[in-house]
């Protein structure tokens, strides 16, 4: 059983645990009611929290819904030994359904009120349960216990969701970094980044993005800054740096499993007359898409539009090799987290020179980012990349006309 949180890690399991709430959920539920049937699934999952209740021994017992409660508990153990006593129940319950065994699924918030600010007995200690339950189901965990964050941050995530819900479509916009061909050092293209701008300021996707995917929002946000984009290129790029100039939009997984994303994509380069190929769309390293997804589709549908397809990211901490073999892959952007080890890190450079061997012998164009300084240059020109990015050539902030161009 996975065990995340405080629990068991902190070394100070040796004093007296105390008093813990738990929220127990039946998890995965819907798969009970597709199996069974809902009032077989109900049953069951009562039957699920009441095994569990009979196992742990609360001191207070409430049934929530059919398919959650919530229990306290007190014991004079160590942490440890609640540990234990948790991780001993099976993740998959078993109870008896008319004489013949079946399983059922349990998933678990745990509140320690020794390891919370929580003064008073009461509502407190079940407020942190329920948002250890929210990142046990979030992160697929049998059992999360609460820190003394774990509140606070999924209130704000919850406010930033209102936030963002209600930003109207003129709060996000787009800024352009360069892409810098590494032969002649001209520019070949722009990233298109977004950018919110609230009453306190303007807001960088590393502070919204994951909160954007997490609740679908980057879908509609997605099609604003994509329309931005496709325009941006043909009133202002293409006449400036000519037609073979591209512009990147970053694609999240949740707006490639958005069925439409390719025919709105194709929709904006007819409606804008642009040439596909100065279209890139880029895909992170991380976003997990099986072949038989819709999101491996759209990936194939965009690239038969004549879109280039790249994958970003590269080398942040898990294997691109699989789309590489299995999508219609034209660019490798390898992450600044290897780039800027260059230098230094024998390693880093072992794994940069495989890929861009790997990338030459396959016809796929490398573009190294966030290039620096003139000693990353050097090495990523020695290294044979055909395009660089980075604060040495511009940041995103900066005007397309500081870039030059003809106009
Ligand atoms: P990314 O796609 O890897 O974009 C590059 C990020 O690195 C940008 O941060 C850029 O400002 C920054 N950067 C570029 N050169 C350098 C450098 O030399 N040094 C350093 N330290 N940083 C550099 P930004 O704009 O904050 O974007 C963060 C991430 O948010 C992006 O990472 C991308 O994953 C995501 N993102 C940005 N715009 C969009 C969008 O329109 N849609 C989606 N789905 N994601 C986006
Ligand atoms: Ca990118
Ligand atoms: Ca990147």
Redesign the pocket.
Known sequence: MNVIGPGGRTGSDVAAAGEAAIVLRADPYHRAVTAYGRDVAVSLAAKMMASVRDQLKPTEFTMRSAFECFLTLTWNGSRSELDDLLRRMPAAQLVDLDGRPEVIGATMGVAVRRDLPIAEPGDGLMAYADAALCTALRRRYKVAYADSSMLDTIRAEMDMVRRLRVSGDDSFF?VY?PLVELGDLQVRGF????RWRTPDGVV???AF?SVAESSSL?VPI?WH?IRQTIATLATDITPRFGSQTCVT????GQ?LLDTQIANYIGGLIEEYRVDPAQVWV?I?ENQVISLDSSAAHAVEQLHDIGCRICI??LGSGFSALSYVRDLPVDVLKVD?SLISNLVNDGYDRAVVEAICEMAKAMGIVTVA????SPEILAKVTALGFDIG???LFGR?DVPLVAFGGVA
């Not at 990233?191 to 977004?194: I, K, Q, V």
């Not at 980012?369 to 620096?372: A, L, N, S, V």
């Open positions: 787009v970094q990233e298109s980044l977004l960088s996707p590393d993005i980057i997605g800054s939009v970053n694609l999240s707006q880029e992170r970003d990211d600044r980012e966030g290039i620096e990015q980075g604060y995103p």
